[in-house]
């Protein structure tokens, strides 16, 4: 089956949303003071990040902030006072793994050896330096901008801890406040029951076969091109990872046999990786060695990601 990924955090998308359920109000883009009401986030997907950028037309948002802040409050449900802060790191809202779950009202423990690791019920969350990656429940989630660890604290972006537990949350650049919901808490499901054996089996098998020794970030797109064409109706026919893989004249490593090659553990994080929606190359549906005329999305280790 196609797989499907993260809600787009258009803006737009989102305020037109809120329109249709009608419950788009002024409190919605009230003063810092003034939290959003919980029944705003409720009419929102589980697991969802949102990002308001304006108010729509007819909604005043007083006071616009137009400084550089170094943090903004965090507030949960409907709650007036806020319950922590979010360091501001390149426009981006992060914090304390720990806090944010004791915050949604997760009690969990620290442990900080050769991992970071933060464990609560249903959660198991770990980073270690040098990764661009973390581990929650045997998923591995690619974190971009990178993750913050030292000072025994482990800080994410508040979007990739929502995903990891399960809950709602925005990000209003109009008035700097985060709103969380912590209503419907549901840590990630475990990797074990989320990754398709076939899947893993046969996308990490291209991946090492057409990127082994390659950059990861390499690895990882190959994956990713595989994942976009599984995804997108402009390859009928190819509902797996199989069909992908085996489409006729379509992975040389697929026709010359190099696909039954045994991968190693970096083409399988890959795998797992792209399978997460990690995609490094802005859509990319195809892969090659050279430049071949179409428009090249990114360029890792010795390939060439492109488009139609």
Request: with cysteine; net charge negative.
């Amino acid at each position: 089956m196609k797989r499907n990924r993260w809600p787009a955090k258009a803006a737009a998308i989102v305020i037109a949303l809120c329109l249709t359920a009608g419950v788009m109000s002024q409190t919605v883009f009230a003063g810092a003071d003034s939290p959003a009401p919980e029944d705003y986030l409720a009419e929102l997907p589980e697991a969802t990040f949102v990002v308001l950028d304006g108010a729509p037309e007819g909604v005043p948002a007083t006071p616009e902030v137009t400084d550089n802040r170094q943090t903004v409050p965090l507030y949960v449900n409907s709650g007036e006072t806020p319950i922590g802060q979010c360091d501001i790191i390149n426009g981006v809202p992060y914090m304390n793994a720990s806090a944010f779950c004791q915050a949604l009202g997760l009690p969990v423990q620290v442990s900080v050896g050769e991992e970071y690791t933060v464990t609560g019920t249903g959660l198991s969350l770990s980073a270690r330096g040098g990764q661009p990656y973390i581990i929650c429940n045997g998923r591995y989630i690619y974190v971009e901008g990178g993750f913050r660890l030292g000072d025994g604290q482990l800080r994410l972006p508040v979007e990739i801890l929502v995903n990891c537990l399960g809950v709602t949350a925005s990000w209003d650049q109009v008035n700097w406040r985060v709103t969380v919901r912590s209503t419907g808490l549901m840590p990630l499901v475990s990797g074990a029951a989320y990754y398709d054996e076939n899947d893993l089996y046969w996308l990490s098998r291209l991946i090492y076969a057409k990127a082994g020794g390659q950059p990861l970030e390499a690895q990882i797109s190959v994956g990713s091109v595989c994942v976009n064409r599984l995804n997108s109706d402009a390859f009928p026919g190819q509902d797996t990872i199989y069909d992908v893989v085996f489409a006729k004249n379509q992975f040389d490593v697929a026709a010359n046999g190099m696909i039954y090659m045994e991968p190693d553990e970096t083409a399988l994080l890959a795998a797992k990786l792209a399978l997460e929606g990690c995609d490094l190359t802005g859509g990319a549906t195809y892969v090659s060695e050279v430049q071949d005329g179409r428009e090249c999305l990114a360029h890792f280790g010795e390939l060439y990601f492109t488009a139609a």
